[in-house]
Structure formats: C-alpha cells, structure tokens
C-alpha cells in the first residue's frame, strides 16, 4: 500500500481565523467591503464625495479664524494656512479610521451573525475608507501649496508616506482593540469619542511643538515628541510646510529618529490589537 494512502489531512476547526494574515489572503473580499463602504456613505446624498471636504474645511475656517486671525498666529507662523491644514488633515485620518473602526463591528453585527469571515476585516476596511477620503484632502493641500511655491524634496515626500503609514498601523490597531471591547462594553465608543475629541489638541496640529517645550519638563516633551500623532503630524508639516522655508521653522528635535519610534509604537499597538481581538473574538456572535 503506497504512503499516499496513509496521508492524513489535517484539518482546520471551522471558524477559526488566521487574524490579519487572513485578511490579507482575501483582498478580493477586503476590496468588496471598502467599495460597500464608500457606496453607503454617500447613497441618497446630493453632494456625495465633495462631503469628504465639507467637514475639514469648515473645521480649517473655524480654527483659522479663531486662532489664526483672532489669536495672530497667521502673523507669527508663515504660511499659517498651509501649517494649519495639513495637521487637520492628517488628524483627520487618524479620528475617522480609529472612530469607524470602533464601531465596524457593531454596524456588521447582522453580516458577523450570518457568516463566517475574518472580523479583522471590518477594522481593516474602516481605516481603507479613511484613506480613500484622506487622499483628496492632501490633494487638495498640496493644490494650494503648489502656488506658493512647493517644490518638496524625495525626503519631504518620504516623510508624507511615512506619517500615512504611522497612522494606518495605529488607527488599525485601536480599531481592532476598541472595536472588539465595544461589542460587550458600548462604553469603549463614548470613551473613543473623547480621545478622538482629543487628539487635535494632543499634537501640534494649531500650535507650534516650541509652545510645549518651553511650558513642560523635559522628560514630559520626550513623551509628547514620542506620541505617534505629534510624529505623524510633523512629518506631515516637514512635507507640505517646510518647502514654502517659512521663515524662523524649525524642525521637531531627532524628527526621523521619533518617526521611526512612533512606527515601532503603533506595530506594537497593532499586535496588542490583534492579540485581543483574538481573545474576545468568541463572543462577538453572542454578544451582538
């Protein structure tokens, strides 16, 4: 009897997920989830995609009125406009995909019920939506820097894919942790919603990083410069700021070397993610 014969194959449970390595596998089905997304949001609405910059703008009037015109800060920072946007803009990814990705599985609860899939998806898809209305914001910035000059250089352009990238890793991972506490704890979306409310305070997005090292300790600005939003939203102003040479910028101290920290930051948050999800994964038919 050949050796064929006796070959067992090994089977896998059934409902057992390979976590992101799966959803990596199955871009096809990944592809289909984000253009679902992108359909629903903007089904019955008259301005569709232009809704993707309604909000930014009016927050960038808002903030630029208020503490570029009223505070004079247009005056002391050059560029201010520019300096402004492109730190709403980056924030702005940050709170849709980290906000969407909570409640990605709440929303799928009747998809999660009926079939199996990896629910890693959700999360995942939640932080490609994002992309997909981040992408015309910088295009827009990067438009209207172009007028006054922008010819930035391959490690300006490095920085900008960078920070997208420091922020997709983060933003997933908070989105696989929250999201899979708030199937049994509706709470986490709420405590979500205060971070997100946060996080445009939380980095140098209005204010320049010298307001904060010249207000705190040192080892209090080593933490603030370590927070992968401050990194991301330097590197996004090294990129589209810093080629107008705004006169008297300056660069967040060891920027690259924080960049690089605050990517190891969110791989980290990323594992510590996925390593819940996993653990509470079982529950998620039940509880939804």
Request: proline residues 5%; aromatic residues 14%.
């Amino acid at each position: 009897m050949s050796d064929s014969m006796h070959e067992v194959q090994v089977l896998a449970p059934p409902g057992v997920s390979g976590g992101l390595f799966e959803v990596a596998r199955r871009r096809h089905l990944l592809s289909l989830i984000v253009r679902k997304e992108v359909q629903i949001r903007y089904r019955g609405s008259v301005l569709g995609w232009l809704w993707s910059y309604v909000k930014p703008l009016v927050q960038f009037v808002v903030f630029y009125v208020a503490l570029g015109v009223f505070l004079g800060l247009n005056k002391s920072i050059d560029f201010y406009p520019i300096y402004l946007l492109s730190g709403i803009t980056i924030v702005t990814f940050f709170n849709e995909a980290f906000a969407n990705g909570t409640r990605s599985l709440v929303d799928n609860a009747a998809l999660i019920k009926k079939i199996y899939l990896p629910r890693e998806m959700f999360p995942v898809s939640s932080m490609l939506v994002a992309i997909v209305n981040t992408i015309p914001q910088i295009i827009v910035v990067i438009t209207i820097a172009l007028f006054f000059g922008w010819a930035p250089s391959l490690a300006q352009v490095a920085a900008l894919l960078l920070a997208m990238t420091i922020i997709a890793i983060l933003a997933t991972g908070l989105g696989m942790l929250f999201g899979a506490i708030n199937v049994t704890f509706r709470d986490a979306q709420s405590f979500v919603e205060i971070i997100v409310m946060c996080a445009i305070w939380a980095s140098p997005v209005m204010y320049q990083w010298q307001m904060v090292a010249t207000q705190v300790p040192g080892w209090l600005f080593v933490l603030y410069r370590a927070n992968p939003l401050t990194a991301s939203v330097e590197l996004f102003h090294y990129a589209l700021w810093f080629p107008l040479d705004p006169e008297g910028a300056q660069t967040l101290p060891s920027l690259w070397e924080f960049g690089f920290l605050a990517l190891g930051v969110s791989v980290v948050v990323l594992l510590f993610g996925q390593f819940v999800f996993r653990r509470l994964e079982g529950r998620f038919a039940q509880d939804l």
